[in-house]
Every structure is written in structure tokens, then in C-alpha cells.
């Protein structure tokens, strides 16, 4: 049978034994679940029971390419890489940009399953229908950069496309990342899970078709999308900051105007807001370091937006940088962007996450000023401000002295600590490292964002809907007019009547009812990207993107020959989204586990956090403590997971009439 | 011979604009699939971005002649310090090197401008480089006139370096006489 869009081939390797499989896959999969995030989920519900630790040979580590990736669908090329997280000990899924995911469709796989642990450091070799485990044991120690130059070299493969680890996967450290040139899967520790299995990278180039069901439709929207997307990019949205008004990932790259992040984003462990940070001299030193380290912006497959750049800074070597790590080790360390710079390029060698890992250092010199961490713990940490944060990198990603507790990230390395450092973990949720923020008044739409994302990232659930209400009714007027990509008209009207003061104004406008469905919209896009593995930054992370709700379905429908409406791609997120958190829920997932820092906000409501949790619950066919009830598990073919919670004791049952 | 007019298709690539994307590759792939747009696959695509960004080279380059034997010698170039790599700038079919093949039948491709039936606006290539790394443009040039060497005569240079001038012309005359 032809495959369309997808290969229809998986590979599975057994690490343990050296053992390589290429096995063909179930098209039903496809339907139900397209591809990507959602076939992962499905597989570790599958055949990683609940008991299994993140360091077992049984937990699998899976590298999907989605399913429109290797199409020319513009902005198709995210791997999703999932696994379970040792920092959370829920299910992990990272995704990265580049070219990894296209080359991997072209070799002939959607996804690549890795079991069991090689004895020693390995790589992986794909090359279409040839496959190997070659032996890495020269490759340890090596930068995840220089790695992917080494391998590229030693198989005469300049078009060989590679995913590597570096130090910190190596060593298991919780925040260590997979990296893939430009890209990185940073979160949630997949790269410790990656080490710890032995494998080192994973090359792969691939010469083959995909194909296209219904070719003369599908290229029709693929250039329509390319029309499109100059004349959004070239239209900023009024009002809104410069980094969020075209489209793509925030271009951190381009844009030198730090003053919003700088003044409103903490500095430290999420510590300090320095108002009036963004003055003519900074901004006339930033933007000289940035563009004197520069050298080119740069896309990933088959994108035209320059969302990367080469960083040459000179005396060091050079690296690829993406999105906001540029500010993360700025800030935590109260310092410039050259040190970011600086520093993120051994950060990326090293393979370390770059949200995490700047806070994890800022948090261990708040216990040192704290006298919770003393002087033996920091014997030979050099005195200045930047010597610091090296040596610590150094430290943590060697497991060495103090650096190897700080490895478990925040969370655990505070409870190791202990004396009181817990309390000094105060921006974490599920045990994993936020963005600093730390704001005043409560906003419905972000509490539930934070509290209920399973990616426990926000910017992994946020987007299509403005951030922040527009002063004048005459500019949300002009903004609803070409506003084509809402799921439903009465969203438009809850953004029109939305005000920055007064009644209709946080906490309590948008309505308890209305914020859910702004959620569950922001949300379902994301889902549905992670499937396609289209990059949120032509998707579901942008306002007024070329992909939406309204043409996906016929984008995936031509794709793949499928007949897919918006109601059936909607039905299909909600099953990814509920799966993943079935498959959290049998790990231990529960209400108390829902929700943002304490101090995320100043003014707290937790009459109406109950009510939004209640009802965004509702609304996700979860009963009062999150976990997905009988009837919507039926209602999406899932009932093998009530099955399951039922052999286990976990009660499914609806919300009964009076509770709702 | 006199002058005549002759319309010459260029485009030009601007390195500096390039951002790695490998649109260029992708649709080109999809444009020359049969049907048209039925599959992808930059690996069969008649332009090839040659691409080390570590060293920031970023260079698209276009199919061009088959050529039956490889070089005597090879150019490296290094311009504004940066080095290529041997053969980059090269558009040949050649043995040396696996690009610019169909990745089955290892049969040479080679950039035909997107030669479409009603014509493209503009190659396709161009089209999806939104970032004017590649830009079109024709122009009209007076050149002496000469026989343009047609798709026959094409082909049979290919025999000719295949079996040899001699072979293939005693073959021609065996043909004729059998006529
Ligand atoms: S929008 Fe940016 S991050 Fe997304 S695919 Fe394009 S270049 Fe990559
Ligand atoms: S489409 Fe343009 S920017 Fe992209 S790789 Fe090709 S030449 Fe470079
Ligand atoms: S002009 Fe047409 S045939 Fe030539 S490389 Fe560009 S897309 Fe391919």
C-alpha cells in the first residue's frame, strides 16, 4: 500500500543487544493520532509501564519526524523527541528545528525507537535502508557541535544531518539537551536520558521520495502559505513589541530592542526586575556586541524566516544560537550580552538547556549568599561575577563537588540540600525550571496555561490569542477584521469587549468560560503542530500565522489522502492531548500538581484558579482531579486507558451533576 | 554567419542573502517529480545548496552539464578567508561526486529553467526564495549565430563518449545502408 506523507516505516533499535529492526507501521495510527507527538505518546503508553525509572533500559527514548515533515508544507521539519524525564518524571517531549526530521522522512523512517543501553558510547548511522551502531568511544567528552562535525567526517557525509549530545548527556545531567546545529531538544532532560543510554548521536541522510495523495491541492496551499508569509512579516501588528509582531520563533536573533525583556523578565533565580535597566548606552552596547558577533541569519529546512544565527565571537568557536538563550545566562548572572554570548557557546557544546541551566547557577549563589551552601562547596570558584557562572557550568555538567547535586536541577538538588533551600525553589512547576517571570496582578488565560501545560513550558502552549488586551476599541476593531484564523466568532468578541482597566480587565475578564476556550484553543494548535511537526513559528505561536485551523485540515487532507474537517482534527488533538495526560496520570500527575509558582503572580484569586481549573477540566473531559473521565476516553476510541487506570485503582469517574 | 537575438535566462544568486533554507532544493524536487508536485525530495533536486555554517559558507549551485570524466586537477577557493571546498562551484555531473544525480538510477540532472507548458513566471526556485538570495532576470543579447546544439546532438555526445566517435559512426552508416 502507498504511504503518503508519512514512510510508513519505523526503525527500532535495541541498544542492549545491537539489535536493528526496520518494522512497517500501522496506517490506523495516522488517523488517530497523525504523527509526531502523538504516535510517541501512543508508544510509550504502549510499552513503558508506569513503574519503569527514566534510567532504565525499558524507558524508551523515541525521535519522531513529524508527519508533514519531508513535504514541501513550508516550516514541516520538527523531531519530537520524547522519553521520560528524569527532572519531572513525566513523559518529556522536546522538539527541535533544523533538518533533522526531513532527512530522517528521506532515509525512510517517521520514527527512530531506542530501548535497552549499549555497554559502551555509541552512534547511530542511518543511511536509507543501511543502518549501524558504530562505536563512539572516541567521540566522549567531545562538544555536541564538534561531534557533529567529527561523525560528518569520519562518513564522508557532508549532507549527513546529526543529533548529539555533549558533555552534560553524557554524564546524565538533568537540564543536558540533544543538540542539532541551529536546534536543540532542550527540555525536561532528554538529553540525560540519551546519555544514559549510550548513545552519543545519531547521524542520518536520506535520498528518497515522499509523496503527496493529492499533489495539484496541496501545492496550492503550500504557495499560498508561501505568498502569505512576506506580506504578515512585512505588516508588523501594531502594539504589540517588536519581537512578537512578525512571525517565527521571537526573533532574538534580529531584533537588538531588549527593553521589554530586560525590564520585565527577573534577573538572577528570578529574582530581581531592574526597571530602568534599557538605557541609550546599553542599547548602543548590546547592539554593537550583537552585531559584531553576527554572522548570518539562518532558517531551518524548507523555512524563509531567519530565526537563528551564526555566532562567531572572536577568540572562541563558532555556534549556532536560536531564540532566547541569548538573555538566559545574561540575566541570570546580572551581566551583558557578551557574556551571553560567550558563554552560551560553551553551554552548547556542552549540551545544557538554556532556560534551566542559568537559573540552576543563579540559584546555587543565592544559597552560597544565603550561608545555606558554604565555602567548601565553592573552593576554588573564582571571585569574579563571570568566572562564576563557568566555573559552575564546569561544576555541574562534570557532576563534580557541588555541580553534581546542582545537576538534578532545582528542584531535587534543593531537597538534597535541604537547610532551607527549598525554599529558594520558587520558580519551578512539575520540578522543572520557568521562564523568570514574575508579575503583579493575576491573568486567567496564563494561570491555566502554566498550571495545566503538559509540556510544563509556556511557550509550548501560548499564541494565536494577543497577550494583552489593546488600549483603544478602534484597534481591536482593526485587529479582529482579517482576524480569519479563530476557531469560533466569539472569540473575536471576547477580545473586542476585552479592556486594560476596569471591569471587563484581569482576573476576571475574559470569563471563567471564555478563558478556557482561549486555552483550549491555544493549546489544540499546538498539539496539532506536534503532530504535523510544523514549527510553532509559522503556527501556533504567532498572531494572524499562514496555518490555522481553517486550512490545516486541507493541507493534511491532500497530504495524505485522508479526509480530515476541522471538527475531525480538533477531535484528534484532543485525543493527543488527553493521552499525554492519561500517560502522566498513571505516572501520578494529580490537581495539586497544577499549578504555577506561588509567587508567579502578587495578586492571587484562588476562588476564581479553582473555578478556572474546574471548568478548564470540564471542558478537557477531565473529572476534578485531571484525571480524563470514562465518557471522554470512550468518546475518543480510548478506552483501553480506563482499562488500565482501573487495574491500577485510579478512579475515572465523571463529575457527578451537583459537583459541576 | 550574421547576429541574431538570443533571450539569455539568468539568475543570480546573492551568498550573502542566503539563509540556508533549502526551499530552493525542496521545490525543485517537487516540480520535476512525475506527476508534478507528487513527491519531494531534495536529493533529486537540480540545484544543491552546499552548505557549512560553522565556516558560513552558504552556497547554491545549479545543475549543469554531464561530463564523462572528472577534472585533471581541482580549484579551491577562498574568498573574503573562507574556503571552499574543492568542486564547489562547480555545476558538472561528474563522476567525482555523487551531486547533481537521480539518486536510483545515478542518470545525470541538470537545471532546465523549469521548462513548463504554459511557461512558468519565473523558475520555481526563484519563486520559493523568498529572500531574493535568487533573483531572475532576462535579457536579450546579440550573438553570432550558431547551431545551438539541439537535445539529438546532446545525445549523441553522450554516445559518442560512451562508445567513441569511430563505433558510433560505423553503427550510423550500418543503420543507413539496412534503410
Ligand atoms: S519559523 Fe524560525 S524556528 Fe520556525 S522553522 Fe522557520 S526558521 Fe525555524
Ligand atoms: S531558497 Fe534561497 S535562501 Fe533558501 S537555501 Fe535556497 S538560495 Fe538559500
Ligand atoms: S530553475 Fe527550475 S530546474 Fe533549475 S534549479 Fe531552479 S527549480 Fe530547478
Same mark, same amino acid.
Given at each position: ?660 | ?5 538570443? &533571450? ?7 551568498? /550573502?542573502? %542566503?539563509?540556508? +533554507? @533549502? $526551499? ?5 524536487? =517537487? ?44 580549484? &579551491? ?7 571552499? /571546498?574543492? %568542486?564547489?562551484? +562547480? @555545476? $558538472? ?5 555523487? =551531486? ?80
Amino acid at each position: 500500500m502507498m504511504r503518503y506523507a508519512e514512510t510508513g516505516y519505523n526503525l527500532e533499535i535495541d541498544l542492549s543487544r545491537g539489535n536493528i529492526e526496520r518494522v512497517e507501521t500501522d496506517p490506523k495510527l495516522t488517523e488517530l493520532h497523525l504523527g509526531g507527538l502523538g504516535t510517541n505518546a501512543k508508544l510509550l503508553w504502549d510499552r513503558v509501564p508506569p513503574e519503569v525509572e527514566p534510567f532504565s533500559p525499558d524507558n524508551l527514548l523515541i525521535f519522531a519526524a513529524g508527519l508533514l515533515c519531508g513535504t514541501p508544507a513550508p516550516g514541516a521539519n520538527r523531531t519530537i523527541v520524547s522519553a521520560f524525564s528524569p527532572q519531572t518524571l513525566f513523559m518529556a517531549f522536546s522538539m527541535m528545528g533544523g533538518f533533522f526530521a526531513p532527512e530522517l522522512k528521506h532515509a525512510g523512517y517517521d520514527q527512530v525507537i531506542i530501548r535497552g543501553k549499549s555497554p559502551s558510547l555509541v552512534y547511530l548511522w542511518i543511511h536509507n535502508d543501511k543502518v549501524e551502531i558504530r562505536d563512539a568511544s572516541h567521540l566522549h567528552g567531545k562538544g555536541a557541535i564538534e561531534t557533529a562535525e567529527l561523525i560528518r567526517r569520519e562518513l564522508k557525509e557532508p549532507h549527513a544531518q546529526v543529533a548529539a549530545i555533549g558533555l552534560a548527556g553524557e554524564n546524565r545531567v538533568y537540564m543536558a539537551s540533544i543538540e542539532h546545529g541551529r536546534s536543540s531538544a532542550s527540555r525536561l532532560g532528554i538529553g540525560a536520558v540519551m546519555g544514559d543510554k549510550g548513545l552519543k548521536a545519531i547521524a542520518v541522510r536520506g535520498t528518497k521520495d515522499i509523496n503527496i495523495a493529492r499533489p495539484d491541492q496541496f501545492m496550492e496551499l503550500c504557495n499560498e502559505v508561501m505568498r502569505y508569509i512576506p506580506l504578515r512579516d512585512g505588516n508588523p501588528i501594531p502594539g504589540v513589541m517588536p519581537i512578537l509582531a512578525g512571525l517565527g520563533s521571537p526573533k532574538e536573533m534580529l531584533i537588538h530592542d531588549e527593553k521589554w525583556h530586560t525590564e520585565n523578565f527577573m534577573w538572577g533565580n528570578a529574582r530581581t526586575r531592574i526597571k530602568d535597566y534599557w538605557t541609550k548606552d546599553v542599547e548602543e552596547k548590546w547592539k554593537e556586541t550583537q552585531e559584531s558577533v553576527r554572522t548570518r541569519l539562518i532558517s531551518c529546512y524548507n523555512c524563509p524566516m531567519k530565526c537563528g544565527a551564526i555566532i562567531s565571537v572572536p577568540g572562541i568557536s563558532t555556534y549556532m544560537m536560536k531564540c532566547f538563550s541569548k538573555l538566559t545566562y545574561t540575566m541570570a548572572a546580572y551581566s551583558d550580552l557578551d557574556f551571553g554570548f560567550r558563554i552560551a557557546q560553551r553551554a552548547t557544546e556542552y549540551g545544557v538547556d538554556g532556560f534551566s541551566t542559568p537559573q540552576v547557577m543563579a540559584f546555587a549563589l543565592e544559597l552560597y549568599e544565603a550561608g545555606i551552601l558554604t565555602d567548601q562547596d565553592f573552593a576554588g570558584m573564582p571571585s569574579d561575577n563571570e568566572g562564576k557562572f563557568y566555573w559552575l557550568l564546569d561544576r555541574i555538567v562534570r557532576r563534580e563537588g557541588i555541580g553534581d547535586v546542582l545537576a538534578n536541577g532545582v528542584y531535587w538538588a534543593a531537597r538534597q540540600i535541604g537547610k532551607g533551600a527549598e525554599a529558594y525553589d520558587h520558580n519551578t512547576i512539575k520540578k522543572h525550571e520557568q521562564l523568570p517571570l514574575k508579575l503583579s496582578m493575576l491573568n486567567p488565560i496564563y494561570f491555566l496555561m502554566w498550571a495545566t501545560g503538559e509540556k510544563i513550558n509556556i511557550t509550548q502552549i501560548e499564541g494565536n490569542f494577543p497577550q494583552a488586551p489593546f488600549e483603544t476599541r478602534e484597534e481591536r476593531e482593526a485587529f479582529v477584521k482579517d482576524w480569519v484564523h479563530v476557531p469560533d466568532e466569539k472569540i473575536k468578541e471576547y477580545f473586542l469587549n476585552w479592556e486594560p482597566r476596569g471591569e471587563n480587565s484581569f482576573p476576571y475578564y475574559p470569563t471563567v468560560e471564555a478563558t478556557c476556550e482561549i486555552v483550549d484553543w491555544q493549546e489544540t494548535m499546538h498539539y496539532i503542530d506536534d503532530a504535523l511537526g510544523m514549527c510553532a513559528g509559522l503556527s501556533s505561536f504567532p498572531l494572524k500565522p499562514p496555518y490555522h485551523i481553517h486550512n490545516f485540515p486541507i493541507l493534511i487532507s491532500a497530504a495524505t489522502g485522508m479526509d480530515i474537517d476541522k471538527d475531525a482534527l480538533w477531535k484528534i488533538a484532543k485525543r493527543n492531548r488527553t493521552l499525554l495526560r492519561a500517560i502522566n496520570v498513571r505516572r501520578g500527575l494529580r490537581r495539586e500538581d497544577d499549578r504555577p509558582p506561588e509567587n508567579h503572580w502578587k495578586k492571587r484569586f484562588p476562588e476564581l484558579e479553582t473555578r478556572l481549573l474546574d471548568a478548564y477540566y470540564k471542558l478537557k473531559g477531565f473529572n476534578k482531579e485531571g484525571i480524563p473521565t470514562k465518557e471522554s476516553l470512550h468518546e475518543l476510541g480510548m478506552d483501553y486507558i480506563s482499562a488500565d487506570f482501573a487495574k491500577r485503582g485510579i478512579d475515572n469517574n465523571g463529575q457527578s451533576e451537583e459537583e459541576s | 554567419m550574421g547576429k541574431v537575438k538570443k &533571450k539569455v535566462k539568468v539568475i543570480k544568486i546573492d551568498l /550573502d542573502k %542566503c539563509n540556508g +533554507c @533549502r $526551499a530552493c532544493e525542496v521545490i525543485c524536487s =517537487a516540480f520535476h517529480a512525475s506527476p508534478k508536485y507528487s513527491s519531494s525530495n531534495p536529493a533529486r533536486a537540480r540545484i544543491r545548496l552546499i552548505r557549512e555554517p560553522l565556516q558560513d559558507v552558504y552556497l547554491p549551485v545549479y545543475a549543469g552539464e554531464y561530463t564523462a570524466a572528472e577534472c585533471m586537477g581541482r580549484d &579551491k577557493y577562498v574568498i573574503d578567508g573562507k574556503e571552499y /571546498d574543492e %568542486c564547489s562551484f +562547480c @555545476r $558538472a555531473s561528474c563522476p567525482s561526486r555523487d =551531486a547533481f544525480k537521480e539518486p536510483d538510477s545515478g542518470l545525470p540532472l541538470k537545471c532546465d529553467m523549469c521548462e513548463d507548458d504554459p511557461p512558468q513566471e519565473e523558475p520555481l526556485c526563484v519563486k520559493w526564495c523568498i529572500n531574493d538570495a535568487l533573483t531572475y532576470e532576462e535579457r536579450e543579447e546579440e550573438v553570432e549565430e550558431e547551431a545551438v546544439p539541439d537535445e539529438m546532438e546532446t545525445g549523441l555526445k553522450a554516445l559518442v563518449d560512451k562508445y567513441g566517435l569511430q563505433n558510433l559512426m560505423d553503427s550510423v552508416a550500418r543503420m543507413s545502408q539496412k534503410a
